[in-house]
């Protein structure tokens, strides 16, 4: 940009003197050459007004000029002199407008890539064409290209006089990709410690290009391994690995591309690891980035590893809660550890498991609690350490609030809360509290934060709990076939309602009633006139209000009709209608009621729900495996279900476990109403069902790689085992409430069959739904899952995770022939995918 440092161009007639400087009011300021810019504007940007006192020369003219560049709005600026009258001068700002864009253009690209682009470089009709913005555009699009390897890519910009507006322009961009320049080879010096390979298996995002050549230097192979068998056995196992690292090489999920930004990030992760392995000064000395051919480049690093340093002494300064001792102890460093600055730092201040030194006062009120690692005394391969401390005065909780619920009511939150007002400061019930929420499902895990505002002065500290609403209630509409029937399903659930809010439409958050946590479903499924069921649930989360005692109420209805004949009326010949006794069916009908409570032993994750339900079950002519095919049962159970739930999200948990323990049970009916059980026909055996059922189920969350939740790889393991008894051998095992192994989880047709006859499916991918057990069902069970899962996006609005599975189970008609390790077996991968509205979504091949 021109320097304005010239002053005001004097007219012919002017009698201004360059060398006597006067002072002039200015008695008009016009402007020149202004097309779409305001004149008025540009008059405002100068600084010149009209009655200004300027000294002509002088520093005001030449600051004038300097402000209308710095717009960089115009090519050219000029402050001429119109004319003096006596001692006011009259002034004109010529200027000449920068172009603007008429429209702009690619060559060389895709249609795909040019509407990337288009969002990248930010162009548009009428924006001011400048050198820095031509600049930034190319830059924009040359990084584009070198993102995608194609680091030799030609980016040029040309610019034509638009033929109709003479002020605008046409850019057009054109590209030359060239070739996807790839990582040939990476070169490492001046490691010992870790091999070649390690080093670059430590890069998570610079990458070698793929190698198979396994018979490519056998010679040297064979050569080397001979001479260690006389010297050095133990060394030909690494040296067989190392040749077959080097030699076999499959890149599947990461390219082997050259980003600057992303070595430099690999090169942190490599000394970082070096550093938990004692080598504290350890350090990249150089590297260099060259091409090794047309479309390879080669990088050579330089590392200097230093040596590897113990820990020797380590002493306690400013303690006086907690002995030194048990410092110690809880630090779990002890003399002669490897120096691991990353494990020094997370045992003092943040250890997922809760054992950090931090948390020992943190948890107990301590918030102005501090302590610093300093390393007073660094010998050649040891380094002694002093910890000091300031323990300070306990915080007790003054007030807790909420913000950012939108649609939940602050009560609803507030309950959740491990942190009451009036209690020590403690950092574990907030982590607690924060779990809590997360569970609720209301809120996006990824936003939340807790916000403490400490009062050194009087020892308080006021706690805001920061949340994000997200969509949960849901919307299903699902169709399956399978078992001989096409199953639609369509339902509604409704997981933040307010009962209390039905009748004042002014409190509404939307077209319902929401923000008191109740739950409210219902359900409908069908294929037409041979199949229906309806249920419909609701959950009172905190009974009364006052504890978390919860209550839930449902009622459901299905009937289900075999063959064709399946008309309740028939009509004869002579046109009456004559009730039809040859109609094949199965109607079930019943409610259940549940209350929970949340337990505080064996810790506060557990939970014990007691349920009843009545249940009627009816058959006419319904011969599909059961004991009897006409007649009636009814199913007069108590349940129990102790559990214990400790994960971090209910839809991609990361850590945690979630452990059911189940009993039903129903009266001894044949113990004391006198009847021969042995001699009864099924049908008025299990007229009232008698039996027990229990059921265990055990999966554990473990974060695997990745210290956020998004990019983590979670392993989630899970056991179950189920059975069914009976009380009297003359009874025998009822025909309902059975086992049927095999099937895709999301099987609509399974969840339905299981609504029709009281049938429990448990899945089993790669198998048909119940196809696993007998025709009758089984009585005992067992199932084992593992699966890796990996999220590719964890947004309030999307969720969604791939997995590879591996399961195992079978099923039995009772312990005689039982055999945990005879089982059926599938592999597989799937996805899963979260849509607020529509639920869980997912499919496994």
């Given at each position: 940009?021109?320097?304005?440092?010239?002053?005001?161009?004097?007219?012919?007639?002017s009698?201004?003197s360059?060398?006597?400087?006067?002072?002039y009011?200015?008695?008009?300021?016009?402007?020149?050459?202004?097309?779409?810019?305001?004149?008025?504007?540009i008059?405002?940007?100068?600084?010149?007004?009209?009655?200004?006192?300027i000294?002509?020369?002088?520093?005001?003219?030449?600051?004038?000029?300097?402000?209308?560049?710095?717009?960089?709005?115009?090519?050219?600026?000029?402050?001429?002199?119109?004319?003096?009258e006596?001692?006011?001068?009259?002034?004109?700002?010529?200027?000449?407008?920068?172009?603007?864009?008429?429209?702009?253009?690619?060559?060389g690209?895709?249609?795909?890539?040019?509407?990337?682009?288009?969002?990248?470089?930010?162009l548009?009709?009428?924006?001011?064409?400048?050198?820095?913005?031509?600049?930034?555009?190319?830059?924009?699009?040359?990084?584009?290209?070198?993102?995608?390897?194609?680091?030799?890519?030609?980016?040029?910009?040309?610019?034509?006089?638009d033929?109709?507006?003479?002020?605008?322009?046409?850019?057009?961009?054109d590209?030359?990709?060239?070739?996807?320049?790839?990582?040939?080879?990476?070169?490492?010096?001046?490691?010992?410690?870790?091999?070649?390979?390690?080093?670059?298996?430590?890069?998570?995002?610079t990458?070698?290009?793929?190698?198979?050549?396994?018979?490519?230097?056998?010679?040297?192979?064979?050569?080397?391994?001979?001479?260690?068998?006389?010297?050095?056995?133990?060394?030909?196992?690494?040296?067989?690995?190392?040749?077959?690292?080097?030699?076999?090489?499959?890149?599947?999920?990461?390219s082997?591309?050259?980003?600057?930004?992303?070595?430099?990030?690999?090169?942190?992760?490599?000394?970082?690891?070096?550093?938990?392995?004692?080598?504290?000064?350890a350090k990249?000395?150089?590297?260099?980035?060259?091409?090794?051919?047309d479309?390879s480049?080669?990088?050579?690093?330089?590392l200097?590893?230093?040596?590897?340093?113990?820990?020797r002494?380590?002493?306690?300064?400013?303690?006086?809660?907690?002995?030194?001792?048990?410092?110690?102890?809880?630090?779990?460093?002890q003399?002669?550890?490897?120096?691991?600055p990353?494990?020094?730092?997370?045992?003092?201040?943040?250890?997922?498991?809760?054992?950090?030194?931090?948390?020992?006062?943190m948890?107990?009120?301590?918030?102005?609690?501090?302590?610093?690692p300093?390393?007073?005394?660094?010998?050649i391969d040891?380094?002694?350490?002093?910890?000091?401390?300031?323990?300070?005065?306990?915080?007790?909780i003054?007030?807790?609030s909420?913000?950012?619920?939108?649609?939940?009511?602050?009560?609803?939150?507030?309950?959740?809360?491990?942190?009451?007002?009036?209690?020590?400061?403690?950092?574990?019930d907030?982590?607690?509290?924060?779990?809590?929420l997360?569970?609720?499902?209301?809120f996006?895990?990824?936003?939340?934060?807790?916000?403490?505002t400490?009062d050194?002065?009087?020892?308080?500290?006021?706690i805001?709990?920061v949340?994000?609403?997200?969509?949960?209630?849901?919307?299903?509409?699902q169709?399956?076939?399978?078992?001989?029937i096409?199953?639609?399903?369509?339902?509604?659930?409704?997981?933040?309602?307010?009962?209390?809010?039905?009748?004042?439409?002014?409190?509404?958050?939307?077209p319902?009633?929401?923000?008191?946590?109740?739950?409210?479903?219902?359900?409908?499924?069908?294929?037409?006139?041979?199949?229906?069921?309806?249920?419909?649930?609701?959950?009172?989360?905190?009974?009364?209000?006052?504890?978390?005692?919860?209550?839930?109420?449902?009622?459901?209805?299905?009937?289900?009709?075999?063959?064709?004949?399946?008309?309740?009326?028939n009509?004869?010949?002579?046109?009456?209608?004559?009730?039809?006794?040859?109609?094949?069916?199965?109607?079930?009908?019943?409610?259940t009621?549940?209350?929970?409570?949340?337990?505080?032993?064996?810790?506060?994750?557990f939970?014990?729900?007691?349920?009843?339900?009545?249940?009627?079950?009816?058959?006419?002519?319904?011969?599909?495996?059961?004991?009897y095919?006409?007649g009636?049962?009814y199913?007069?159970?108590?349940?129990?279900?102790?559990?214990?739930?400790?994960?971090?999200?209910?839809i991609?948990?990361?850590?945690?476990?979630?452990?059911?323990?189940?009993?039903?049970?129903?009266?001894?009916?044949?113990?004391?109403?006198?009847?021969?059980?042995?001699?009864?026909?099924?049908?008025?055996?299990?007229?009232?069902?008698?039996?027990?059922?229990?059921?265990?189920?055990?999966?554990?969350?473990?974060?695997?790689?990745?210290?956020?939740?998004?990019?983590?790889?979670?392993?989630?393991?899970?056991?179950?085992?189920?059975v069914?008894?009976?009380y009297?051998?003359?009874?025998?095992?009822?025909?309902?409430?059975?086992?049927y192994?095999?099937?895709?989880?999301?099987?609509?047709?399974?969840?339905?069959?299981g609504?029709?006859?009281?049938?429990?499916?448990?899945?089993?991918?790669?198998?048909g739904?119940?196809?696993?057990?007998?025709?009758?069902?089984?009585?005992?069970?067992?199932?084992?899952?593992?699966?890796?899962?990996?999220?590719?996006?964890?947004?309030?609005?999307?969720?969604?995770?791939?997995?590879a599975?591996?399961?195992?189970?079978?099923?039995?008609?009772?312990?005689?022939?039982?055999?945990?390790?005879?089982?059926?077996?599938?592999?597989g991968?799937?996805?899963?995918i979260?849509l607020?509205?529509?639920?869980?979504l997912?499919?496994d091949?």
């Amino acid at each position: 940009m021109p320097v304005a440092d010239a002053q005001v161009t004097l007219g012919s007639n002017s009698n201004i003197s360059y060398s006597n400087p006067r002072q002039y009011e200015i008695g008009g300021v016009s402007v020149e050459g202004a097309n779409n810019l305001d004149e008025g504007a540009i008059r405002l940007l100068s600084g010149l007004n009209i009655g200004d006192e300027i000294s002509v020369p002088g520093d005001e003219t030449a600051e004038a000029i300097r402000k209308l560049w710095k717009q960089d709005l115009f090519s050219d600026v000029q402050l001429l002199s119109e004319r003096v009258e006596g001692d006011k001068i009259y002034l004109i700002i010529k200027i000449q407008e920068r172009p603007r864009l008429s429209r702009f253009g690619f060559s060389g690209v895709s249609k795909s890539e040019a509407d990337d682009l288009r969002e990248k470089i930010n162009l548009y009709k009428e924006k001011i064409v400048t050198e820095n913005l031509m600049i930034a555009t190319k830059q924009k699009v040359y990084n584009y290209y070198a993102d995608k390897g194609f680091l030799d890519a030609e980016v040029n910009l040309r610019q034509e006089q638009d033929s109709i507006f003479r002020t605008k322009i046409r850019l057009y961009i054109d590209v030359d990709k060239k070739k996807k320049i790839k990582i040939d080879q990476i070169n490492v010096k001046g490691n010992s410690f870790y091999s070649d390979y390690q080093v670059r298996r430590t890069f998570k995002e610079t990458k070698d290009r793929s190698v198979f050549k396994p018979f490519h230097d056998l010679d040297t192979l064979g050569l080397t391994l001979w001479r260690q068998v006389w010297k050095e056995r133990k060394q030909m196992p690494i040296t067989t690995l190392r040749y077959g690292f080097d030699h076999i090489k499959v890149r599947i999920f990461k390219s082997s591309k050259y980003l600057k930004k992303n070595f430099a990030g690999d090169k942190d992760i490599l000394i970082a690891k070096y550093n938990q392995k004692g080598f504290r000064d350890a350090k990249v000395v150089s590297d260099s980035v060259y091409k090794s051919g047309d479309r390879s480049i080669s990088m050579d690093l330089r590392l200097a590893e230093g040596h590897q340093y113990y820990f020797r002494n380590i002493k306690w300064i400013g303690n006086t809660k907690y002995p030194s001792s048990e410092l110690s102890d809880r630090l779990g460093i002890q003399k002669g550890d490897i120096y691991d600055p990353q494990k020094l730092e997370a045992r003092l201040y943040m250890d997922q498991a809760g054992g950090d030194v931090s948390s020992l006062y943190m948890d107990n009120g301590y918030l102005f609690f501090q302590l610093e690692p300093v390393e007073i005394l660094v010998g050649i391969d040891s380094i002694d350490m002093e910890i000091r401390m300031y323990e300070g005065e306990q915080a007790r909780i003054n007030r807790i609030s909420v913000s950012g619920n939108t649609k939940t009511n602050d009560h609803v939150i507030l309950r959740e809360l491990y942190t009451m007002p009036g209690q020590l400061f403690s950092r574990a019930d907030i982590i607690r509290s924060q779990q809590q929420l997360n569970v609720l499902g209301f809120f996006d895990p990824e936003s939340m934060d807790v916000r403490p505002t400490p009062d050194p002065t009087n020892g308080t500290v006021d706690i805001e709990y920061v949340v994000t609403e997200k969509p949960n209630d849901q919307l299903t509409l699902q169709g399956g076939y399978g078992g001989g029937i096409l199953v639609a399903t369509v339902g509604v659930q409704f997981n933040n309602f307010s009962t209390r809010n039905i009748l004042k439409p002014k409190e509404w958050n939307g077209p319902l009633p929401t923000g008191d946590g109740q739950k409210l479903g219902i359900n409908f499924n069908t294929n037409g006139r041979q199949y229906q069921a309806f249920n419909a649930s609701f959950t009172e989360p905190w009974l009364g209000g006052k504890k978390p005692t919860s209550l839930t109420l449902s009622g459901f209805y299905s009937f289900f009709t075999l063959g064709a004949n399946n008309r309740k009326y028939n009509e004869d010949t002579d046109g009456n209608k004559v009730f039809n006794a040859s109609r094949a069916y199965f109607q079930r009908l019943g409610a259940t009621a549940q209350l929970g409570k949340r337990l505080k032993w064996p810790d506060n994750y557990f939970s014990l729900v007691f349920e009843t339900s009545a249940q009627q079950y009816t058959l006419q002519n319904y011969d599909r495996g059961f004991a009897y095919v006409t007649g009636q049962s009814y199913n007069l159970y108590g349940k129990f279900i102790l559990s214990r739930r400790s994960i971090d999200d209910n839809i991609f948990p990361s850590m945690g476990s979630d452990m059911t323990f189940s009993g039903q049970f129903t009266p001894t009916y044949s113990y004391f109403n006198g009847k021969d059980y042995s001699n009864l026909e099924p049908s008025e055996r299990f007229k009232f069902l008698e039996y027990h059922k229990w059921k265990f189920s055990w999966g554990y969350y473990t974060g695997l790689l990745g210290q956020q939740r998004k990019h983590k790889l979670v392993l989630y393991t899970k056991i179950g085992f189920g059975v069914l008894g009976y009380y009297n051998r003359n009874v025998g095992d009822v025909p309902f409430e059975r086992f049927y192994l095999g099937g895709d989880p999301f099987s609509t047709t399974c969840i339905a069959l299981g609504g029709i006859d009281s049938r429990e499916f448990i899945s089993l991918r790669g198998y048909g739904g119940g196809g696993l057990s007998p025709t009758e069902g089984a009585t005992l069970i067992n199932k084992y899952t593992m699966e890796l899962r990996y999220p590719f996006s964890l947004s309030q609005s999307f969720t969604a995770y791939g997995l590879a599975f591996a399961e195992a189970g079978n099923s039995w008609d009772g312990f005689n022939s039982y055999n945990p390790f005879e089982v059926y077996k599938s592999t597989g991968v799937g996805i899963r995918i979260f849509l607020p509205m529509f639920g869980l979504l997912g499919v496994d091949w």
